[in-house]
């Protein structure tokens, strides 16, 4: 997912990856005429997986967002494309680049598509490529790999594994100042983490527009999985000084997690219990609760559970 991320210079331990991986994956069924939408890392390229580097050496073409940063990275591996085999697939041209995917597919080949880093179609190119494949007819095979969403995730520990916490995933907010503070002051009731991407020349941008949510954590992912990853979690009012502390702070790609914000007051429950309390000492058990349930609109099951806690003197 991030962007510009840096392909790293090619190794012998790397390019023994590509027979394991076809050790381990080559078995598996394949389908030709089929789009394979491969992740790749994000920063280090230990993060490969062996079914990636096979369908990415099996691939009868590979499109991908930058023939200028796919090629080293394949070469990295010990992958050296046919001559043709590398198509240009990105953000603006990819209505007519799915078209030459696409006769490809026809034809029965296997087209593997990438990113510059990290899963295709999330906040980078393939989506339309993905889109037009199926309503072709054709099927898109996913290979999951490296997402900086799921790292930043993974170490901001925002996400409940129980409950209705979640996330939502918002990618990069707005370059304009004023949409960019509309959708923050959305994202300030939003009861669930959400996770942000962001560029290095606009960090400290965004870290003026998440200020006002005061002291809501965010945890700030920057280089994940290189070699300066560096991870810090604090409130959203300091994240601009923060960055200014250290200029090496405001380098590289940033992945970030604005944890879940603090649960409201439930003023309808309390309001529901003082309407209750009121009317118990008066009214039959049922009758109390019917009414109560009819003024505030509570759930009548829960406020009868309740009546019976409270024990009206009357019932």
């Known amino acids: 997912m991030m962007p510009h991320a840096r392909t790293l210079p090619s190794s ?24 394979y939408m491969v992740a790749t890392p994000i920063g280090n390229l230990a993060d490969i997986t062996l079914r990636a580097l096979h369908v990415l050496a099996l691939a009868n073409a590979i499109a991908c967002e930058d023939t200028r940063h796919t090629r080293p990275l394949l070469r990295a591996y010990g992958i050296e494309p046919a001559a043709g085999a590398l198509l240009a697939v990105h953000q603006h041209n990819e209505a007519e680049g799915a078209q030459a995917v696409l006769a490809r597919l026809v034809r029965g080949e296997r087209v593997a598509f990438v990113s510059d880093a990290g899963t295709p179609a999330v906040s980078d190119p393939g989506a339309r490529l993905a889109a037009a494949v199926r309503a072709a007819g054709h099927p898109v095979v996913p290979l999951p790999g490296a997402s900086s969403v ?18 939502v995933f918002a990618g990069f907010l707005p370059a304009k100042a004023a949409e960019r503070a509309a959708v923050v002051a959305r994202l300030a009731a939003e009861p669930r983490a959400v996770v942000l991407l962001e560029a290095p020349h606009r960090i400290n941008a965004l870290a ?26 604090l409130p959203c009012h300091g994240l601009a000084a923060w960055l200014a502390a250290d200029a090496q702070r405001q380098r590289g790609e940033f992945a970030l997690v604005l944890h879940p914000a603090p649960a409201a007051p439930d003023t309808g429950a309390r309001e529901a219990e003082r309407v209750l309390r009121l009317l118990l000492p008066e009214l039959p058990l049922k009758t109390a609760v019917r009414l109560a349930a009819d003024i505030t609109g509570a759930p009548r099951n829960a406020l009868y559970e309740r009546a ?7 019932d």
């Not at 023994?16 to 069924?29: K, T, V």
């Not at 799921?150 to 996330?167: E, Y």
């Not at 019976?308 to 009357?314: D, I, Q, S, T």
């Open 12 to 35: 012998p331990g790397l390019h023994a990856a590509l027979p394991a991986a076809q050790a381990a994956a080559g078995a598996q069924h394949y389908p030709e005429g089929a789009l």
């Open 150 to 167: 799921t790292a930043v995730l993974s170490a901001a520990g925002a996400v409940a594994a129980t409950g209705d916490s979640g996330f």
């Open 208 to 233: 003026e527009a998440l200020a006002p949510l005061g002291e809501r954590p965010v945890t700030l992912g920057r280089e994940l999985t290189k070699q300066f990853e560096q991870i810090a979690t």
């Open 308 to 314: 019976l806690a409270l024990r009206a003197p009357r």
